[in-house]
């Protein structure tokens, strides 16, 4: 493959889009309930958990059933998570390392009970692809952005759906208001402690989504560490997108677009050797979070327990 | 009355809450087909049954305690290195290296050659995370978090390539370590060696560094900076040096691994060691006996969870969720007891007349 014919650059994009697609969904989550002032640092193993229970969901019916389960499993830690944080009075960075055991733990513990190493893998049939007639045909963007699995459009729809209910909707406004100045907030009546462990329900439902995605949108099963670090990767994207959705998703798509060159590299003979391609993804965003550091809009009450 | 009932309500909280997370565990063991009693007595039986598997419990303990009681004086300050995993990994590659690089000068120089260089490579790996932090603020949970997948990239190459076995192998790893380059047995007939004694050195520094004056000024850097700017604690020192001594701490941990145990690097040396480190460190209060205990609970589970799948089939990644729960769980009680001092303090400093009458 070389890096002059068009058609490089056509793959390496599709590639970057379906690879950013689990990101997205998981940085939309930590995008919002930072933005209510709390950080999840168990993102990786909420997306663990739906990843694998997505998997069994779709072989245990279909791929529906697949990704609802997936979603219901990260909503599940998110709520344990929001529990622990707002009612227990837990450290956030604490519970979010316990959660991710948890995801992770779980994860890999119930796979082993349902597939025994030894046997051969369970594969699941993959969310089908929906093409958009006419658009698919377009030179170089069109099988990138026309021919994606429908998660990839309920991804960017998300993105655009909570850009416009945090700085339109009254439920937005709230959710704002409770992660720049949650005593304030109370004293205007909005329960600070309900909109908070609402957002980390959603936040948790969306990075269960984000794992189910790995699994079921595009591999079809799994194995353990599949998710190999995309939950850190998706927290890092949305101090990189600045706590707004739309940065989120670039940032995801920074990541995914060096992942895609990674998978092409492996795939062709190039005179590097394999590992350098795959530390890329993480070497670039860690760079970028290098660039972005400065000159950072980070909710005001991000990290501090009510209260205090 | 009101508030005695309060704490009451509170403490039935907590249990209940415990309770559950215990309740946890033994359901996940029922679902895997066994019997929770007997999984208990083989998970005892796996890790303090006889003598060579106390041994073995103590040799892992080993690593996780040094990597957490380097990373304490950080978490005390309020720093969050996440980043022990993959400094474990670089030390493990330093150390290996230092060693064959200094193969056939002096046999007497292997075993100290192996460990300085471990520590320097952890701590060189921990440098840039500390720097970025110092410097440009860089959030160093997510840079050192980063930095372990780049870390295990490095390691896969090299143990690929420069530092892979002299024959060929489906597996990479690297070559055996020379006979003097290994730590000697402490105990024989088992696989306890003298990598021991770093742990009660650690602990007796973490001792030291807890109860001096720069010790409290770094604690109270960890929530009120001003104070500690004028007792003394500059903000780039802080960061950078703690983040250092957590970066030696887990590569003198790496080098343990690789020269206490086989003598052979593989690509798989952190194997969640320097993750459940950090944990350990939390665990045990941030304090040296605190943590020397959390670390063997957690050597415990581990190698009892292992003796637990080959005796019951109940998957080894049950103690990965333990380890999870009984974080949860410790945080819990923890937060409530904060809570409870604090209350106590609100109360003093709410009524000073009515206490002294």
């Given at each position: 493959m070389n890096?002059?014919?068009?058609g490089?650059?056509?793959?390496?994009?599709?590639g970057?889009?379906r690879?950013a697609?689990?990101?997205?969904?998981?940085?939309?989550g930590?995008t919002?309930?930072?933005?209510?002032?709390?950080?999840?640092l168990?993102v990786?193993?909420?997306?663990?958990?739906?990843?694998?229970?997505?998997?069994?969901?779709a072989?245990?019916?279909?791929w529906g059933?697949?990704l609802?389960l997936g979603?219901?499993?990260g909503?599940l830690?998110?709520?344990?998570?929001?529990?622990?944080?707002?009612?227990g009075?837990?450290?956030?960075?604490?519970?979010?390392?316990?959660i991710?055991?948890?995801g992770v733990?779980?994860?890999?513990y119930f796979f082993q009970?349902w597939?025994?190493s030894g046997?051969?893998?369970?594969?699941?049939?993959l969310?089908?692809?929906l093409r958009?007639p006419?658009?698919d045909r377009?030179?170089?963007?069109?099988?990138?952005l026309f021919a994606?699995?429908p998660?990839?459009?309920?991804a960017?729809?998300?993105?655009?759906?909570?850009?416009?209910?945090l700085?339109?909707?009254t439920?937005?406004l709230?959710?704002r208001?409770?992660?720049?100045d949650?005593e304030?907030?109370q004293?205007?009546?909005v329960?600070v402690v309900?909109?908070?462990?609402?957002?980390?329900?959603l936040?948790?439902?969306l990075?269960?989504?984000g794992?189910?995605t790995?699994?079921v949108g595009?591999l079809?099963?799994f194995?353990?560490?599949?998710t190999?670090?995309?939950?850190?990767?998706a927290?890092?994207?949305v101090?990189?997108g600045?706590?707004?959705?739309v940065g989120?998703?670039?940032g995801?798509?920074l990541f995914?677009?060096?992942?895609?060159?990674a998978?092409l590299?492996?795939?062709?003979?190039?005179?590097?050797?394999?590992?350098?391609?795959s530390s890329?993804?993480?070497?670039?965003?860690?760079?970028?979070?290098v660039?972005?550091?400065?000159?950072q809009?980070?909710?005001r009450a991000?990290?501090r327990?009510?209260?205090? | 009355?009101?508030?005695?009932?309060h704490?009451?309500?509170?403490?039935?909280?907590?249990?209940?809450?415990?309770l559950v997370l215990a309740?946890t565990?033994v359901?996940?063991i029922?679902v895997?087909g066994?019997?929770p009693?007997?999984?208990?007595?083989g998970?005892l039986?796996?890790a303090v049954g006889?003598r060579y598997a106390?041994a073995e419990?103590?040799?892992?303990?080993?690593p996780?305690?040094?990597?957490a009681?380097?990373?304490?004086?950080?978490?005390?300050?309020?720093?969050?290195?996440?980043?022990?995993e993959?400094?474990?990994?670089?030390?493990a590659?330093?150390?290996t290296?230092?060693?064959f690089?200094?193969?056939?000068v002096?046999?007497?120089?292997a075993?100290?050659a192996?460990?300085?260089?471990?520590?320097?490579g952890?701590?060189?790996w921990?440098?840039?995370?500390a720097l970025?932090?110092a410097?440009?603020n860089?959030n160093?949970?997510l840079s050192t978090l980063?930095m372990?997948y780049?870390?295990?990239n490095?390691?896969?190459?090299?143990?690929?390539?420069?530092?892979?076995?002299a024959?060929?192998l489906?597996?990479?790893r690297?070559?055996?370590?020379?006979?003097e380059a290994?730590i000697p047995k402490l105990?024989?007939?088992t696989?306890?060696h003298?990598?021991?004694l770093a742990?009660l050195?650690g602990a007796?520094?973490?001792?030291?560094?807890?109860?001096?004056t720069?010790?409290?000024?770094y604690?109270?850097?960890a929530t009120?900076r001003?104070?500690a700017?004028?007792?003394?604690?500059?903000?780039?020192?802080a960061v950078?040096g703690?983040m250092l001594?957590?970066?030696?701490?887990a590569?003198?941990a790496g080098?343990?691994q690789?020269a206490?145990?086989?003598?052979i690097?593989?690509?798989s040396?952190?194997?969640?060691?320097?993750?459940?480190?950090?944990?350990?460190?939390l665990?045990?209060g941030?304090r040296p006996?605190?943590?020397?205990?959390?670390?063997?609970?957690m050597?415990?589970?581990?190698?009892?969870?292992?003796?637990?799948?080959?005796d019951?089939g109940?998957?080894?990644?049950i103690?990965?969720?333990a380890?999870g729960l009984v974080?949860?769980g410790?945080?819990?009680v923890?937060a409530?007891?904060?809570?409870?001092?604090?209350r106590a303090?609100i109360?003093f400093?709410?009524k000073p007349?009515e206490?002294?009458?």
């Amino acid at each position: 493959m070389n890096a002059a014919e068009l058609g490089f650059w056509a793959i390496l994009l599709a590639g970057a889009i379906r690879l950013a697609t689990p990101i997205t969904l998981a940085a939309l989550g930590e995008t919002l309930v930072e933005r209510c002032g709390i950080v999840n640092l168990g993102v990786e193993g909420m997306m663990a958990l739906g990843a694998f229970v997505g998997v069994w969901g779709a072989s245990e019916q279909s791929w529906g059933l697949g990704l609802i389960l997936g979603g219901v499993a990260g909503g599940l830690l998110g709520l344990l998570m929001g529990l622990a944080v707002l009612k227990g009075g837990v450290n956030q960075i604490v519970a979010g390392i316990a959660i991710t055991l948890l995801g992770v733990g779980l994860a890999d513990y119930f796979f082993q009970i349902w597939q025994p190493s030894g046997r051969s893998a369970v594969v699941v049939p993959l969310v089908p692809i929906l093409r958009l007639p006419m658009l698919d045909r377009l030179p170089l963007v069109g099988e990138a952005l026309f021919a994606q699995s429908p998660l990839s459009y309920f991804a960017f729809a998300a993105v655009i759906a909570a850009t416009w209910a945090l700085r339109r909707t009254t439920p937005g406004l709230r959710l704002r208001s409770v992660g720049d100045d949650p005593e304030a907030a109370q004293l205007r009546g909005v329960d600070v402690v309900w909109v908070r462990m609402a957002t980390l329900v959603l936040g948790g439902v969306l990075a269960g989504l984000g794992g189910a995605t790995i699994t079921v949108g595009y591999l079809g099963s799994f194995t353990d560490d599949v998710t190999s670090g995309r939950g850190y990767v998706a927290i890092a994207v949305v101090i990189i997108g600045r706590w707004s959705p739309v940065g989120a998703m670039f940032g995801a798509l920074l990541f995914a677009g060096f992942d895609s060159l990674a998978l092409l590299a492996q795939s062709s003979s190039v005179g590097l050797p394999v590992e350098f391609f795959s530390s890329l993804p993480y070497a670039m965003t860690l760079l970028a979070l290098v660039l972005t550091a400065r000159a950072q809009h980070a909710p005001r009450a991000l990290g501090r327990a009510f209260g205090e | 009355m009101r508030k005695l009932y309060h704490a009451r309500s509170e403490s039935l909280r907590l249990s209940l809450a415990l309770l559950v997370l215990a309740a946890t565990v033994v359901l996940l063991i029922v679902v895997a087909g066994a019997d929770p009693w007997q999984a208990m007595r083989g998970l005892l039986d796996g890790a303090v049954g006889d003598r060579y598997a106390i041994a073995e419990t103590i040799v892992q303990s080993v690593p996780i305690a040094i990597v957490a009681l380097g990373v304490a004086p950080a978490l005390r300050a309020g720093i969050f290195p996440v980043g022990s995993e993959g400094q474990l990994a670089i030390g493990a590659v330093t150390a290996t290296a230092a060693v064959f690089a200094l193969k056939g000068v002096s046999a007497g120089l292997a075993v100290p050659a192996g460990c300085i260089a471990g520590m320097l490579g952890g701590a060189a790996w921990a440098f840039v995370p500390a720097l970025l932090r110092a410097r440009l603020n860089v959030n160093e949970i997510l840079s050192t978090l980063l930095m372990n997948y780049l870390a295990a990239n490095l390691l896969l190459w090299l143990v690929r390539t420069v530092l892979g076995a002299a024959e060929a192998l489906a597996t990479p790893r690297s070559d055996r370590l020379p006979i003097e380059a290994i730590i000697p047995k402490l105990v024989d007939g088992t696989r306890l060696h003298w990598g021991a004694l770093a742990v009660l050195l650690g602990a007796g520094a973490l001792a030291y560094w807890v109860r001096s004056t720069r010790g409290l000024g770094y604690d109270v850097f960890a929530t009120h900076r001003d104070l500690a700017a004028r007792m003394g604690v500059r903000e780039g020192t802080a960061v950078m040096g703690t983040m250092l001594v957590s970066g030696a701490a887990a590569g003198l941990a790496g080098w343990i691994q690789v020269a206490g145990l086989q003598g052979i690097l593989y690509p798989s040396v952190a194997g969640g060691l320097g993750f459940t480190g950090v944990l350990v460190a939390l665990l045990g209060g941030l304090r040296p006996l605190g943590i020397v205990v959390a670390s063997l609970v957690m050597a415990i589970l581990t190698t009892g969870s292992n003796g637990l799948q080959t005796d019951t089939g109940v998957p080894a990644s049950i103690a990965v969720v333990a380890q999870g729960l009984v974080l949860l769980g410790a945080a819990l009680v923890f937060a409530a007891r904060q809570r409870k001092a604090r209350r106590a303090i609100i109360d003093f400093g709410a009524k000073p007349a009515e206490k002294i009458r």
